[in-house]
């Protein structure tokens, strides 16, 4: 019988044999369960047996399968080995890179044009590589390591009263939908009177960086935009050093003005800035002024209209007061109250100077921290632990 099979019919019977192989590799594959670390494999379950509400502050962490890889030294944002959309990818095969077709028109000698397709390799360019360049824009970021995880919907507020809840909460959807407004009325059409600095302004460990963070993450992750992470005294620092070899510090600086998105942390903090490096500060704030570019600012000066509620104000280290909220707090053993620090009575007008500040108020948002309680007073050491992990 099998002497009577035609060459046809044993070709295709291989290829059916082939296909089977395929798909049973294809099913092992996806048993096999690579680990997954962001969480998504979780949710999509979740998902199936339950109805989550789909409420507007939605996690970026859960939308890409991103997650922060955790080695003994270092830690950086990386695509989840599981979940990744390149291993499944039909279009580049897992590879990541696509062939583009190309015409290439000729003129043939007798004067007709003739036309050749060319395939070319365009590396990384497969729609499923998102991920990985969501990651590089992370990764690129310079978050710091305590405040990668820092996300809109993971912020603790249990330390809080009813009052406090509930201007963090406010607070929280403001900055979300600065991000909202930054992002679709930067990509449709030019809107003069679109604020696109945002100042959050208040005590010592209050969320200002939390936030300030998450609306980073949350404009690299859901629009893809590029940033950058600043603390104001490193960043001085990082002049004071191109300054002292004498260099102008450009390459530096140029980075800073080009970001998409750039957050400065503590703006104003310390006073042992010299003229230069106040120039140039001037400059880089000055230039996003001008190039309309998204700015993100933390500071603990306040504008001129805000106080420090007096009894805040650690005057007499060695008396016992109450804060605002009624809690005894002892400043004299205190020490995440900066007593020495020139915020609590100088406004961030004065801070930065007329110039500075009014090109600040002109084209920012202000968000308003006075009154919350530090996280850190609170929570203590544990300050590292103050958002919720996916992925403990
Ligand atoms: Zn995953
Ligand atoms: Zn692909």
């Known amino acids: 019988m099998n002497e009577n099979r035609s060459f046809e019919d044993i070709f295709s019977s291989l290829q059916r044999l082939a296909e089977i192989r395929e798909q049973e590799e294809g099913i092992f594959k996806r048993n096999s ?10 949710l999509i379950s979740q998902q199936a047996e339950e109805f989550i509400d789909n409420d507007e502050l939605e996690s970026n962490q859960t939308k890409e399968p991103i997650y922060i890889q955790k080695n003994e030294l270092t830690f950086k944002f990386a695509v989840c080995p599981a979940c990744n959309p390149r291993i499944d990818c039909k279009m580049c095969e897992g590879t990541g890179h696509r062939i583009l077709n190309k015409v290439h028109v000729y003129e043939a000698e007798d004067g007709e044009t003739e036309e050749h397709l060319v395939e070319e ?10 991920t990985e360049h969501l990651v590089n824009l992370l990764n690129n970021a310079d978050i710091p390591c305590k405040y990668m995880d820092a996300d809109f919907i993971n912020i603790k507020d249990e330390h809080l009263n009813s009052i406090q809840e509930k201007k963090l909460a406010d607070n929280i959807q403001k900055i979300h939908s600065f991000c909202k407004q930054i992002a679709i009325k930067k990509l449709e059409n030019y809107d003069k009177n679109l604020k696109y600095f945002v100042t959050l302004f208040g005590p010592v460990g209050s969320g200002k960086t939390l936030l300030a963070i998450s609306a980073l993450k949350m404009l690299i992750i859901e629009f893809g935009f590029s940033g950058k992470f600043v603390d104001f005294q490193f960043l001085l620092n990082q002049l004071k050093a191109e300054y002292e070899q004498n260099k102008s510090g450009e390459v530096l600086l140029n980075k800073l003005r080009n970001i998409d998105i750039l957050v400065i942390d503590e703006l104003g903090k310390g006073r042992n800035e010299n003229e230069w490096q106040l120039e140039k500060l001037d400059d880089l704030i000055n230039s996003r002024y001008n190039a309309r570019k998204v700015t993100i600012l933390t500071t603990n000066y306040l504008p001129p209209l805000y106080k420090y509620d007096e009894k805040d104000i650690p005057r007499n280290p060695n008396r016992e007061i109450s804060n605002y909220w009624g809690q005894e707090i002892n400043n004299g053993k205190n020490q995440n109250i900066p007593i020495h620090e020139s915020f609590w009575n100088q406004s961030l007008l004065e801070r930065l100077g007329a110039r500075m500040y009014e090109r600040i108020y002109e084209v920012s948002e202000f968000i308003d921290f006075t009154g919350l309680p530090s996280f850190r007073k609170h929570i203590g050491k544990s300050f590292l632990n103050i958002y919720s992990s996916n992925h403990s």
């Open 121 to 130: 390799l365009s590396p990384n360019s497969c729609a499923c590589m998102h």
């Open 33 to 42: 369960k690579t680990k997954c670390f962001c969480g998504r494999n979780d």
